[in-house]
């Protein structure tokens, strides 16, 4: 297993549309093993392949309930998902959320997502799996989706909020490289 360099913005790879994986093969295995170990470690609920410069349609998620486990890095593990190839295939619902994002590091903002989402694809042996999620989950489904296609969550804000933000994050990318 190993730790990953996790991209940050405004990083022009951020913003690539990630490829399907053709077949879950023991090199998919090994890239979600480390997309494990490192989102454990920088205690992230969701990590996606683009993050760590990999632009394969894999994501990995754990957002099982970590009360208790404060202070432990690297988290232990409570529900880790992985998903290849992963599609909403259906969404009801709306609901605004405080989101985060390992990309974006010091910014947080409200987004508005689905409140319900069933999400399809394959898991790490490659067999067909379907995720029915609310809350957390499905917020951070949502998310990790839409990093596949290059799209942060500092993206989904308004007009004016993207332009001081995007503003500010990337002063600071100047002052702090990655
Ligand atoms: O760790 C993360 N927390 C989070 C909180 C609210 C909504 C989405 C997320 S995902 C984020 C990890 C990350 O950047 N995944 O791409
Ligand atoms: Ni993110």
Redesign the pocket.
Known sequence: MALLDILTYPDPRLKNRAETVASVDDSVRRLIDDMFET?YQ???????AP?VGVLKRV?VLDCGDRSGSEGIAPLPPVQPIAVVNPVVESSEGCVA????????PGY?DE?ERSARVIVTGLNREGEPLSIEAEQ?LA??LQ??ID?LEGTL?VDRLSRLKQTMVKKRLKRKSVEAPA
């Open positions: 989102m920088a205690e992230g609920v969701g990590l996606a993050q994501i959320w405080q989101e985060g994002c390992l990309s974006v947080t987004v957390l917020v951070c998310h990790e990093h969550f």
